[in-house]
């Protein structure tokens, strides 16, 4: 047996070497984003997430240069530094929405003194709040439909069995008058007009009643081939060339079939609707593995997402349309109901996932919907 030598106690200055470079590391790795300025307004510490929040690439004399330089396209970040100098009453918790990026930070800003009391520098502790603010807004937008959900049921009701009356009752008249050719052009006009109210009516009770999930592993390719042809019965697909790149590979999600066939025939219906006969529509899906980063236990979990995408080379949706799209019924065709995007929004929603639209001035419609394979699925009304 060797006896183990007590080890010889490190030099002073290695240990306040290798205390610094552990300083360094945390801050460094800290979940949070940290901004320290010294007195004279250079940049003491800037961690990763500050960078990442904040959208810059880190440099290697990003620490000693003036904040007012390394921040300069972020100015309402560098407004609340320069604000920290000066008073007395910081703000313990404050939100801010950044320009640059459209993040959510919700931070803090501390001076930090000396011993005597002096302020030798400030420091900017955040959080992003992005995500948290949209699931906020999730669940905002579920309560207004379900206060909106109730009052369209209950009028969509009311309306079923008068609509049903005049139907039954032209289709009688029809029959007393059938030697009357204007009167027969007429009641089949009512009778058709009945039929189209009825059927909005169906369409809105559908749209308004809760979706319950029945969850089973399902397959993709088998979901989007059974979404093609639910859009091609829909929409005359004609001229328009359909390219569909949906891997065998992909793993099954935890799902239901029927919404998620709805869901991408909705999609594809309104790109084959926007083409008009002739262009180009092309689905596709890729596996990503994304930071969940809201929520214990789920904190820094990394989820297995598929993200699928359909983009028409269309006319696009005009800016300041884009954020309409998904309420119940915006349209802007003559024939539509305006819920094809909004039920779309309510399957992704039920799903547990997102779905995200851009118009590219070349590129047409860009939708994309992210869900996670092994979702945590809620009824969504
Ligand atoms: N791929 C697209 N290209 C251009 N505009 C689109 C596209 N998808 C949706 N839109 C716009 O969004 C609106 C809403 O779409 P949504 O599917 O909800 O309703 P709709 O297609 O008009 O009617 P419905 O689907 O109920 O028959 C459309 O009227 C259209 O203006
Ligand atoms: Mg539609």
Redesign the pocket.
């Known amino acids: 047996m060797t006896a183990t030598r007590p080890r010889k106690r490190p030099a002073a200055s290695d240990r306040r070497a290798a205390t610094e470079s552990f300083y360094r590391d945390l801050v460094w790795n800290l979940q949070n984003g940290l901004l320290a300025v010294t007195r004279d307004g250079r940049i003491a510490v800037m961690n990763e997430v500050a960078y990442r929040t904040f959208g810059l690439q880190p440099t290697p004399d990003d620490i000693g240069r003036h904040f007012s330089d390394v921040l300069r396209d972020i100015p309402d970040v560098a407004r609340i530094v320069a604000g920290g100098f000066e008073m007395s009453h910081l703000p313990n918790r404050a939100e801010l929405r950044l320009k640059r990026t459209g993040k959510v930070i919700g931070y803090t800003v501390s001076q930090v003194k000396d011993p005597q009391g002096h302020v030798t520098g400030v420091t900017l502790f955040f959080k992003d709040l992005t995500r948290v603010e949209q699931l906020e807004e999730r669940e905002r937008l579920r309560d207004r439909l379900a206060a909106l959900g109730e009052m369209a049921a209950a009028i969509a009701h009311e309306v079923k069995n008068p609509l049903a009356g005049i139907e039954v009752m032209a289709g009688l008249l029809k029959r007393q008058l059938s030697d009357n050719e204007d009167a027969q052009s007429i009641l089949k006009d009512i009778i058709k007009e009945a039929k189209m109210a009825n059927s909005i009516v169906i369409e809105v009770l559908d749209f308004v009643r809760p979706i319950r999930l029945q969850v089973e592993p399902v397959a993709l390719p088998d979901v989007v081939r059974d979404a093609i042809t639910t859009a091609d019965s829909q929409v005359p697909r004609r001229g328009i060339k359909l390219s569909v790149d949906v891997p065998e590979s992909l793993p099954p999600i935890e799902g239901d079939k029927h919404q998620l066939r709805q869901l991408f025939a909705?999609l594809l219906?309104?790109?084959f609707?926007?083409l008009g006969g002739e262009g180009s529509v092309r689905i596709s899906a890729t596996q990503r593995a994304v930071e969940e980063d809201v929520g214990a236990p789920a904190e820094g979990k990394s989820v297995a997402m598929l993200e699928i995408e359909v983009v028409?080379n269309?006319?696009?949706?005009p800016p300041d349309?884009i954020d309409r799209?998904f309420s119940p019924f915006?349209?802007?065709?003559p024939q539509?109901?305006?819920?094809?995007?909004?039920i779309v929004r309510k399957i992704v929603d039920a799903h547990d996932g997102r779905i995200d639209v851009t118009v590219g001035p070349d590129t047409?419609?860009r939708f994309v919907v992210t869900v996670p394979v092994n979702g945590n699925y809620k009824l969504f009304g």
Do not use: H, Q, S, Y
């Open positions: 909705n219906a309104n790109a609707e926007a028409d269309g006319p696009g949706i349309l799209v915006f349209t802007t065709k539509g109901t305006g819920l094809g995007l909004a047409g419609t």
